[in-house]
């Protein structure tokens, strides 16, 4: 199969991003696709919206798995393109279209081209949320296939097409999402003294809680409080009864997680008492950090500076993003990496137009190494 038609695998699913569970036409459309392949060396599954598929090796001795996520995120699209999004309001920002057409060209490739040892790939659901990866090792479907080691990669749009960038140990941050409700007393506008406004105490919510990172967190240390969503109110000439706020926070270690959250319940506390009004915290759903296992990360990238002429190697420093990928890497060794797509345009923006050649560098250097690490010996 040419290259091009995984770049219009990667444009067909960039027309059906679907919420995290709910990837109900793409993972037909990849269940459609492997029937169109050869069928004898295949195993196929699903686990709920998610796809598990066993590609067997002529002299197994491992199974090395190669993991993309699935699922969309909640945004406009404002891309130029002519195959934008059908699904209103939902978009592939996050660049799971391009890992999905990655995952199906390597796949297409062993299919074909046998190595060794068995491989699997993993179509996981969900990683924006509520988290996919977790449940998904804990599946049978999973257990009954576990692999040796596991990989994946993730869009960078700051790097140019033809580079990778990773590190050896933490690359990515644990997560929390972070979820506040604030019950007021709404009413007119015109008598702010005979209600509770929450806008108006939302309002010093996000503000205090600017002072938790700041304030109460080693400056040697890292962490983050993202507020992206702020609702309360039905009208302007009406005093809102009800405010919430969605956000994300993210940390390095844990123990600043836990400081983080204990200072967020300690300010939703001085809001109640100040704006006389309840609250309610939900954390939502959490992720373990990435952290790449080391001997395998210096391996790859030592491989990557030998052997791959036509690929610059990044040492990159750690990020505040978040990827339930992690729960694979905290149980199975591994690593990710990020793959350059030179785009002006952030992950998770609405504008965000990841250079297509990079899906065929991908396909190509995974493909090299997976063949490199299938003629190395096991380590016991
Ligand atoms: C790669 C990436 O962008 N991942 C997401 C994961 C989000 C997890 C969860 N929904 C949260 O917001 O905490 C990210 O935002 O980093």
């Given at each position: 199969?040419?290259?091009?038609?995984?770049?219009?695998?990667?444009?067909?699913?960039?027309?059906?991003?679907?919420?995290?569970?709910?990837?109900?036409?793409?993972?037909?459309?990849?269940?459609?696709?492997?029937?169109?392949?050869?069928?004898?060396?295949?195993?196929?599954?699903?686990?709920?919206?998610?796809v598990?598929?066993?590609?067997?090796?002529?002299?197994?001795?491992?199974?090395?798995?190669?993991?993309?996520?699935?699922?969309?995120?909640?945004?406009?699209?404002?891309?130029?393109y002519?195959?934008?999004?059908?699904h209103?309001?939902?978009?592939?920002?996050?660049?799971?279209d391009?890992h999905?057409?990655?995952?199906l060209?390597?796949?297409t490739?062993?299919?074909?081209?046998?190595i060794?040892?068995?491989?699997?790939?993993?179509?996981q659901p969900?990683?924006?949320?509520?988290?996919?990866?977790?449940?998904?090792?804990?599946?049978?479907?999973?257990?009954?296939?576990?692999?040796?080691?596991?990989?994946?990669l993730?869009?960078?749009?700051?790097?140019?097409?033809?580079?990778?960038?990773?590190?050896?140990?933490?690359?990515?941050?644990?997560t929390?999402?972070?979820?506040?409700?604030?019950?007021?007393?709404?009413?007119?506008?015109a008598?702010?003294?005979?209600?509770?406004?929450?806008?108006?105490?939302?309002?010093h919510?996000?503000?205090?809680?600017?002072?938790?990172?700041?304030r109460?967190?080693?400056?040697?240390?890292?962490?983050?409080?993202?507020?992206?969503?702020i609702?309360?109110g039905?009208?302007?000439?009406?005093?809102?009864?009800?405010?919430?706020?969605?956000?994300?926070?993210?940390t390095?270690?844990?123990?600043?997680m836990?400081?983080v959250?204990?200072r967020?319940?300690?300010?939703?506390?001085?809001?109640?008492?100040g704006?006389?009004?309840?609250?309610?915290?939900?954390?939502?759903?959490?992720?373990?950090?990435?952290?790449?296992?080391?001997s395998?990360t210096?391996?790859?990238?030592?491989?990557?500076?030998?052997?791959?002429?036509d690929?610059t190697l990044?040492?990159?420093?750690?990020?505040?993003?978040?990827?339930?990928?992690?729960?694979?890497?905290?149980?199975?060794?591994g690593?990710?990496?990020?793959?350059?797509?030179?785009?002006?345009?952030?992950?998770?923006?609405?504008?965000i137009?990841?250079?297509?050649?990079?899906?065929?560098?991908?396909?190509?250097t995974?493909?090299?190494?997976?063949?490199?690490?299938?003629?190395?010996?096991?380590?016991?």
């Open positions: 199969m040419s290259t091009s038609a995984f770049v219009q695998i990667r444009r067909d699913l960039h027309q059906i991003p679907e919420p995290g569970f709910q990837e109900v036409k793409t993972q037909r459309y990849i269940l459609d696709y492997l029937n169109s392949l050869p069928q004898e060396r295949m195993q196929i599954k699903t686990w709920r919206t998610g598990l598929v066993r590609v067997s090796g002529t002299n197994p001795q491992r199974t090395i798995a190669w993991r993309t996520d699935m699922d969309g995120l909640p945004i406009y699209e404002e891309t130029s002519p195959f934008r999004s059908l209103e309001g939902y978009m592939h920002a996050c660049g799971h391009m999905m057409a990655i995952a060209g390597l796949l490739h062993f299919v074909h081209h046998p060794s040892d068995d491989l699997l790939f993993v179509f969900a990683e924006e949320g509520p988290g996919g990866a977790e449940p998904m090792m804990q599946s049978e479907e999973f257990a009954a296939w576990r692999p040796d080691c596991i990989f994946a993730h869009i960078a749009p700051e790097y140019p097409v033809g580079h990778i960038a990773t590190k050896p140990g933490i690359l990515f941050a644990n929390s999402e972070l979820f506040v409700d604030l019950l007021g007393k709404g009413g007119h506008a008598f702010p003294h005979k209600t509770n406004d929450m806008v108006v105490a939302a309002s919510l996000v503000t205090q809680l600017q002072s938790v990172v700041a109460n967190i080693d400056p040697l240390d890292s962490a983050v409080i993202t507020i992206g969503k609702v309360g039905t009208k302007q000439n009406i005093i809102a009864e009800k405010g919430r706020l969605e956000g994300t926070i993210r390095f270690s844990m123990e600043s836990i400081r959250k204990g967020i319940e300690a300010l939703v506390k001085g809001i109640e008492a704006f006389e009004c309840s609250a309610e915290i939900d954390y939502g759903c959490g992720y373990c950090q990435v952290y790449n296992e080391e395998l210096e391996a790859f990238m030592e491989w990557v500076q030998d052997a791959c002429p690929i990044i040492h990159c420093s750690e990020a505040m993003t978040g990827e339930d990928f992690g729960y694979f890497l905290s149980e199975i060794p690593f990710l990496f990020w793959l350059g797509v030179n785009t002006p345009f952030g992950l998770h923006h609405a504008k137009e990841p250079n297509e050649e990079a899906i065929d560098v991908a396909i190509r995974v493909s090299r190494y997976f063949v490199y690490l299938s003629s190395q010996p096991i380590k016991a």
